[in-house]
């Protein structure tokens, strides 16, 4: 694949390098596999809401929404409006669910660039109707908390309010939702006996007569654990990006792919420190072991981190794991043995990549003593996003 400068992924000093010469990889095979496994998790029928919060969990918002459009994904949900705003600037026509979390005041603004604003209480719920009219009504969602304690009208008050906010002229509720999240055993124990109080909340709202046409409280957690339920959709996050929610739940053997191919950099600087200080001296010398170093421009800046203490992180080039030796805030310093043959402007990868020595998002994370989702998310808007393609190194 050619870089992001349009070199073939082993340039030479010359080639037309980038300023910055960093950029991430997604690989949309992996992203529409990883769609249609949640569609038979979640059974015939039942539609799908892709979360693409947080800049897509760090894999690009823009880029991501592209291929789950072209995949025929029926809602994308954020709770961004420069994200959402950007994405339809790119053309993606896909409705698009803005999560809760907006002051009443900016829901004219929400239903005008044509979203489905999230409302919680009343004054939501008027300010999103005022937008509206009788003729035309503004669709909404109803957002309700049945016990995570974040955002959402109370269960013990979302019936009361359905009622009320659906009354309203120039207000139209096409969804309800919930939320609920879980990690290990006892967490799914709760959530299960938390969900069935939202399903008895959509019975009782249908004994008054109060049918909503589209219902969600399913997500990442509940479908990999091989849940279904009677709602007509779910609203996937972690596994539409290959990544688990679930303690000692691998992602990969339950049929959910990396989206995240590659992180990859170009050598700026190699250094021969042979007639320096000898490795083992201060600074970046400390780690190094070798004659030569290589920099490249991928630090803290563009969400790498050093790695904990008492680890050591690696990079891969051409197939071969190479320990870096130091990490700052615009660079990414390693060690390179003598017999590597390498040069200035060569690609490196330091997330992800082929073959054996591939750098999983996982292994890149137990590094930095985090969970792999905050390393996604440093990555976030850091760097442009390419998709990935078969090559062959580094």
Not at 69 to 74: L, R
Request: proline share 7%.
């Amino acid at each position: 694949m050619a870089g992001m400068d349009g070199t073939d992924g082993a340039a030479r000093p010359g080639a037309g390098l980038s300023a910055h010469p960093t950029w991430m990889e997604i690989d949309g095979g992996a992203l529409r596999a990883n769609l249609a496994a949640i569609r038979r998790l979640a059974g015939p029928g039942v539609r799908v809401i892709a979360s693409i919060k947080a800049n897509a969990y760090g894999h690009g918002a823009v880029p991501v929404a592209r291929i789950l459009e072209a995949a025929g994904v029926e809602m994308l949900a954020t709770g961004s409006f420069a994200e959402a705003s950007a994405i339809r600037a790119a053309g993606v026509s896909t409705p698009i669910l803005m999560l809760a979390g907006a002051l009443p005041e900016a829901m004219g603004a929400l239903a005008a660039a044509g979203t489905v604003p999230t409302v919680y209480d009343m004054a939501g719920a008027r300010a999103a109707a005022a937008a509206g009219t009788e003729a035309r009504p503004v669709p909404v969602f109803v957002k309700v908390d049945i016990g995570l304690g974040r955002v959402g009208v109370g269960l013990d008050r979302a019936e009361a309010f359905v009622a009320a906010a659906g009354a309203l002229p120039g207000l139209r509720i096409d969804g309800l939702y919930t939320h609920l999240s879980f990690k290990d055993e006892s967490g799914k124990a709760w959530a299960a006996e938390r969900l069935d109080l939202f399903y008895a909340l959509l019975r009782a709202l249908r004994a008054r007569g109060i049918e909503i046409p589209e219902t969600q409280a399913l997500a990442s957690s509940a479908l990999l654990a091989g849940w279904r339920d009677e709602c007509t959709a779910v609203c996937p996050g972690h596994i539409l990006y290959g990544v688990s929610p679930l303690d000692g739940v691998d992602a990969a053997a339950r049929g959910f792919a990396p989206v995240l191919a590659a992180v990859r950099s170009r050598i700026v600087h190699l250094a021969d420190h042979s007639g320096g200080p000898p490795p083992g001296a201060g600074g970046y010398h400390a780690r190094r072991r070798s004659r030569r170093a290589a920099v490249i421009p991928c630090g803290y800046n563009d969400g790498c981190r050093p790695p904990a203490p008492g680890r050591t992180a690696e990079v891969l080039f051409r197939g071969r794991r190479l320990p870096a030796i130091g990490h700052s805030l615009e660079h990414l310093a390693f060690d390179v043995p003598d017999d590597v043959e390498i040069a200035v402007g060569d690609a490196v990868c330091v997330l992800g990549g082929e073959g054996p020595g591939r750098i999983s998002l996982e292994e890149f994370a137990a590094w930095r003593d985090c969970p792999p989702l905050d390393c996604a998310m440093s990555l976030s808007a850091r760097m442009p996003v390419r998709p990935a393609a078969a090559r062959t190194a580094p």
